[in-house]
């Protein structure tokens, strides 16, 4: 194995609850190589964690090993579990959506119930609450150290149980391209669609062209103007808005130097729909 460990979650970093998954990782192996992925993913929101997921795992060396810790139904039926990737990547999480988008854009290709009696952390059967620490870290560190291999998990589950949360399909019309916003650029306040570029590339672009982006929460439309679409933010005024591509090749929206997403109370979800349609020449 890689020994590369790299850990998600909803903690934060307000108390020990970070500091004490990687103690139990080094307890396991002192060498092994930890990262954090991030654990500012919003409280109970798995819709995040799944697509922080998809934002990162593909970038990092062949055999690491991610630990995802979105878990609101902690203690309860929900199965712990360890999928392996297409390319070769290993993700320690409940099976409670937290996949989907790894599933979806990369591939599962086998998933395995982690086998508690074996592999959570020793004189912990009595606590329902942490399995962040007792369980995923624990089992995720072993796995990463190379102390087990992946068939030594547990039991396989067929591919056909990986809970999956919903997601908007992208429609393509004549001169319209639908999809939903699943992310923020949080930092930025920029907004991450659904949209693919090669399903944008439809429309046939061109760049300083302008676009009428219509957002949607559920029926209710929310914004409402044309942008131009261009190469990066510098494209446009500081202030001004603009159409994107942004770093997973999906469609993104912007202002330059601000945030839309304040701007215009625009959350994520598959409730906020975004419609981006080709303004007639005559319009433009």
Known sequence: MSKILVMQSD??????AVAAMYGVALQIDEDLKIFDLTHEIPPYQIFEGSYRLLQSVQYWPKGSVFVSVVDPGVGTTRKSVVAKTKDGMFIVTPNN??????????GIVEMREIEESKHRRANTEASYTFHGRDVYAATGAKLAAGQIGFEDVGPTIDLSRIVM??????????????????ALDVRFGSLWTSIDRSDFMELRPEFGEKFLVSLYNGDTLVYENTIP???SFAD???????????SLYRMGIAINQGSFANAYNISTGYQWKITLSKMPKDAR
């Open 11 to 16: 903690f934060g970093y307000a108390d020990g």
């Open 97 to 106: 959506g937290t996949l989907t988008h790894v599933h979806k854009e990369i």
């Open 165 to 182: 949360l919903p997601l908007v399909q992208t429609l393509i019309a004549k001169d319209t391209v639908s999809g939903s916003i699943e």
């Open 229 to 231: 679409y261009g190469r």
């Open 236 to 246: 446009v005024r500081i202030g001004a808005p603009i159409l994107y591509v942004n």
